[in-house]
């Protein structure tokens, strides 16, 4: 064995890495974090996510240290709560830079979020490598300031050039839970193989059951809709509802009349996403990075409701990427409790339609997202059988 081969099984790389605000970028920092352990098990890592965000809870229960920094995301309707941001954006890039002295990293990543602006600003600014995933179809404020600063960005959907410097973007695609998802594909597999007229008969069961998916919080809108759609989910008892409400919401729905129907079942959260898509060929869900990613990874018909509650309305962006190339239906947050109920059960009744959405938004998945995203990442740094000792 040389002794640079040697040193690369041996590197033990300080890795900083920054992504918070929402699961979208909580999920990918650590799922990133995850596969260079995984390469590197020497490997040592410090997340660094905003004071009261979801990350400072998430990424700890991961197994990862993390520092919280004083900064806010700009307020759109709040206008006034902006004047203290200046100050918070000050104080966080001089503990950026207090963090990144004391913890001395070989490579800082970013995968959107507030806390990734300072930090990944300091990391630039003393010449450490530094990579950013911009997960959206529509950049974030942060991922766009840093975007001339940064060595490399890795993107999930195409035309971010018009958000950054072409040369630095590297099309690599959203990290997905790959294992969970591979269950998925076996068990649709497996149905297959049991023989012609039994897995027509599965696929026949699948084509009439519909997941709807509000995240582990829920989705109002989603839920409301529902609710509303009593008597036409009701006429059509052979379409089997899973109606995932969230932790949020379960006890104002369960007691419903939608939620008493014999072919609706709710839940607060799913903890075997294999089976609930598995059993599933129209999902219904928003239109964030992750979940998108999912469902081209699977290549499952979708009917998309992006919300209008997030930066700079990015899932519309998301959701129109897909429905530009035939592989999703968009339904409007506002016209979400009028139609969509009626637009899931009109598309589960036409087969050639599901089956053309679910091949199209196929093509638009990039298995092994996190591989390449590592690969680019390690990249960044030189190795040499001298600084593996050290």
Request: charged share 20%; net charge positive; hydrophobic share 45%.
């Amino acid at each position: 064995m040389s002794a640079l081969t040697q040193a690369r099984k041996d590197w033990a790389p300080r890795i900083i890495v920054s992504g918070g605000g929402t699961g979208g970028h909580i999920f990918p920092a650590v799922a990133i974090a995850n596969e260079i352990k995984q390469r590197h098990p020497k490997a040592e890592f410090l997340f660094v996510g905003a004071l009261g965000r979801m990350e400072m809870e998430k990424v700890p229960k991961a197994g990862y240290a993390i520092e919280g920094l004083p900064i806010a995301g700009l307020q759109r309707k709040k206008w006034w709560k902006n004047f203290s941001l200046p100050v918070k954006l000050w104080r966080s890039l001089q503990q950026s830079r207090s963090i990144i002295k004391r913890f001395r990293p070989d490579l800082a990543i970013g995968t959107g979020g507030y806390a990734g602006g300072p930090l990944l600003y300091a990391a630039a600014g003393r010449r450490i490598p530094t990579l950013i995933l911009e997960p959206n179809a529509f950049a974030g404020l942060a991922n766009k300031w840093l975007g001339n600063r940064v060595d490399k960005i890795c993107i999930a959907f195409e035309g971010m050039e018009n958000y950054f410097p072409k040369e630095k973007l590297v099309m690599t695609g959203n990290p997905v839970r790959e294992q969970m998802l591979q269950n998925v594909l076996e068990r649709q597999q497996a149905l297959v193989s049991q023989g012609v007229t039994e897995a027509t008969s599965a696929e026949t069961t699948r084509a009439r059951s519909i997941l709807l998916i509000g995240g582990s919080q829920g989705a109002r809108t989603l839920n409301r809709a529902l609710r509303a759609s009593t008597a036409a989910i009701a006429a059509h008892p052979d379409i089997q509802w899973t109606w995932q409400c969230g932790a949020l919401y379960i006890e104002e729905y369960r007691d419903c009349e939608t939620a008493q129907l014999p072919n609706v079942h709710i839940t607060a959260f799913i903890d075997r996403m294999d089976e609930a898509y598995s059993q599933a060929s129209l999902v219904i869900g928003r239109a964030g990075a992750i979940t998108i990613a999912e469902l081209t990874y699977l290549g499952k018909a979708s009917i998309l409701v992006p919300s209008p509650n997030v930066a700079e309305d990015h899932q519309t962006v998301n959701a129109k990427a897909l429905e530009k190339e035939g592989a999703t239906v968009i339904v409007k947050d506002e016209n979400a409790q009028a139609q969509l109920v009626d637009t899931a059960i009109k598309l589960i009744n036409e087969l050639s339609q599901l089956t053309e959405i679910g091949q199209a938004a196929s093509a638009m998945g990039r298995p092994g997202a996190v591989g390449r995203i590592v690969d680019e990442a390690l990249s960044l740094i030189p190795i040499t059988p001298k600084k593996a000792e050290v």
